[in-house]
T-cell receptor, first 114, second 116 residues
Framework: KQEVTQIPAALSVPEGENLVLNCSFT??????LQWFRQDPGKGLTSLLL?????REQTSGRLNASLDKSSGRSTLYIAASQPGDSATYLC?????????????FGTGTRLKVLA | DAGVTQSPTHLIKTRGQHVTLRCSPI?????VSWYQQVLGQGPQFIFQ???????GRGNFPDRFSARQFPNYSSELNVNALLLGDSALYLC???????????????FGAGSRLTVL
């Protein structure tokens, strides 16, 4: 059974720091992995999608990497800003599902202090 | 283009009642998925519909049901509400129903259900 874990559960950093959020999954048979951002009480915004054949994706100050063999993904945020404060969720699409049945982690709550 | 729209945004029900949540996907998207997010947890998959047919069902009781209409909008119904059904219900749409490259799930803002 696929399980997704995110560490740390919460993180507080001063503005300008570079930071890394971690996501691990137990079954390497995945179609893709997506990182989402969720603001309090809101829906999810897709940040980056990494297909199973890819190693990393970049968008602006965000870089996500994927190591399927070790069941790990990292989201790197460069030069953090207070506007980056949110919960970051990773989700995997299990290759066995045949549908968009994403398995989510519990998220990392990020607070960037001005 | 409008994104994924959900209604109502907030609602309060009492135990034993029934609720219907609605979702309109992005224009051109044929797949709709429903997720339940309990406070402090990640979303959990409930259903996926593609071209009006159920493509997947998560580990939820039969009190939960859904359907997709010819215009690809969708309804999630929950009968005999329990306190534990209190959650944010998220709808997501995508172009297609299963892995086909880099299809991205686009989520709506959710419907916050409180069961008293």
């Amino acid at each position: 059974k696929q399980e997704v874990t995110q560490i740390p559960a919460a993180l507080s950093v001063p503005e300008g720091e570079n930071l890394v959020l971690n996501c691990s999954f137990t079954d390497s048979a995945i179609y893709n992995l997506q990182w989402f951002r969720q603001d309090p009480g809101k829906g999810l915004t897709s940040l980056l999608l990494i297909q199973s054949s890819q190693r990393e994706q970049t968008s602006g100050r965000l870089n996500a990497s994927l190591d399927k063999s070790s069941g790990r993904s990292t989201l790197y945020i460069a030069a953090s800003q207070p506007g980056d404060s949110a919960t970051y969720l990773c989700a995997v699409d299990p290759a066995t599902s045949g549908t968009y049945k994403y398995i989510f982690g519990t998220g990392t709550r990020l607070k960037v202090l001005a | 283009d409008a994104g994924v729209t959900q209604s109502p945004t907030h609602l309060i029900k009492t135990r034993g009642q029934h609720v219907t949540l609605r979702c309109s996907p992005i224009s051109g998207h044929k797949s709709v998925s429903w997720y339940q997010q309990v406070l402090g947890q990640g979303p959990q998959f409930i259903f996926q519909y593609y071209e009006k047919e159920e493509r997947g069902r998560g580990n939820f009781p039969d009190r939960f049901s859904a359907r997709q209409f010819p215009n690809y909008s969708s309804e999630l119904n929950v009968n005999a509400l329990l306190l534990g059904d209190s959650a944010l219900y998220l709808c997501a749409s995508s172009l297609e129903g299963a892995f086909s490259g880099a299809n991205v799930l686009t989520f709506g803002a959710g419907s916050r259900l409180t069961v008293l």
